[in-house]
């Protein structure tokens, strides 16, 4: 089993987990432990991605590093550190210091997360009310700029509106400026675009792609490969808690070393599943990482990992998320954007 990943340690190290070991306690026996012996690094900019099967431990890790475990979870770890400072055994108050602030989230459903009786704009300036003293202008002002950064259109309208009168992206996208509002250098994003319109999961990801560019670190847990392909620098594969398989994501998707990797590789449409359409984003992603190819390759039914020679088809050296921010691929305005050293 893989205990930690191999990375070396810098100046940019956000989070280090090792050892971690989180059980729950049960009336009927004794605690049930989920997440075993698990450990990675997290560096500035970072994309990580949790994947595995349901019920394999990736938001009850993710979950722990926000302090929202469960109150009957038992959790040890070697270290849990975020910037030097360590998670275990912190108070309430403390993790409310935390969270939102050092460490944001995103979930599922924005729909879930948002409260339908407020406006977006009021819940974001909650958030920020939460943590930073300002004048009530200043922080619908900022409030407004965070809609504009995700690229909600008309922030100034949207933020009166509540959850229900918006889209599931613009929701969405609502509830990513909340997560970011306070400038967190870690982003939890936990299957953040599966229950939105194909059409719009492109758009979220794009977002997701400018927080990384401009130097937040992202844990993404995601069911969706051509996602993670996408997005994230590394992969973490989880099974009955335990992290089986870990490294570069090209590395991993390209030549997976463990049964159970290739496994959830061969679940996704392959050209032996040929007549499974792309979604759109899936469309664009392969796009992005085709680019060779005749556009109408990857207009129709192909298959964004396309099966050959029994291993699926994935980003070519110099073409993974890593690479696409190094050769400058995210907009300059986007660097701009979201840019702010922290
Ligand atoms: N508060 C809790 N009390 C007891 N068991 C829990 C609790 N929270 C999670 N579990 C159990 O921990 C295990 C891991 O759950 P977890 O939610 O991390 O899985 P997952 O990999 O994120 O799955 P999915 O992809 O379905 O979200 C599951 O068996 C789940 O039932």
């Not at 792609?209 to 992202?218: F, P, R």
């Given at each position: ?61 993710a979950?722990?590093l926000l ?36 460490v944001?989230f ?80 870690i982003v939890i994003a936990d ?28 844990i ?123």
């Open positions: 089993m893989v205990a930690s990943t191999d990375i070396a340690v810098g100046n940019d190290l956000r989070l280090r987990v090792r050892g971690l070991n989180v059980s729950f306690r049960r009336n009927d026996g004794p605690p049930r432990q989920v997440v075993k012996d698990v450990g990675f690094d997290l560096q500035r900019g970072e994309c990580i991605a949790l994947v595995g099967e349901s019920g394999s431990g990736k938001s009850v890790t979950r722990t302090g929202l475990a469960g109150e009957n979870s038992i959790v040890q770890a070697e270290a849990l550190e975020l910037d030097d400072e360590t998670l275990i055994n912190r108070s309430d108050a403390w993790w409310r210091g935390v969270r939102g602030s050092k944001g995103i979930l599922q459903d924005a729909l879930v997360s948002l409260d339908p009786l407020r406006p977006v704009g009021k819940e974001i300036a909650e958030a920020v009310a939460l943590h930073r003293s300002m004048a009530r202008s200043a922080r619908w002002a900022a409030v407004v700029e965070l809609l504009e950064r995700v690229g909600v259109p008309e922030p100034e309208i949207r933020a009166k509106q509540r959850p229900g009168e918006l889209s599931g992206g613009l929701r969405q996208r609502a509830l990513i400026a909340s997560a970011i509002a306070l400038d967190p250098g299957e953040p675009t599966t229950a939105l319109d194909v059409t719009v999961q492109a758009q979220v990801l794009a977002v997701l792609e400018q927080m990384i560019a401009g130097g937040t670190s992202v993404l847990i995601s069911h969706d490969l051509a996602v993670v392909s996408r997005v994230a620098d590394r992969v973490l594969v989880m099974k009955g808690g335990e992290i089986v398989e870990a490294g570069e994501t090209e590395q991993i998707l390209r030549a997976p070393q463990h049964a159970y990797t290739r496994q959830l590789i061969d679940a996704v449409p392959s050209e032996h599943t040929k007549g499974t359409r792309l979604s759109h984003e899936g469309r664009v992603a392969a796009a992005e990482l085709f680019p060779d190819r005749a556009a109408s390759d990857v207009q129709g039914d192909i298959p964004l990992l396309e099966a050959r020679g029994g291993h699926q088809e994935l980003p070519r050296a110099g073409q993974g998320p890593a690479h696409r921010r190094q050769r400058g691929l995210v907009p300059a305005q986007a660097r701009r954007d979201t840019g702010r050293r922290r």
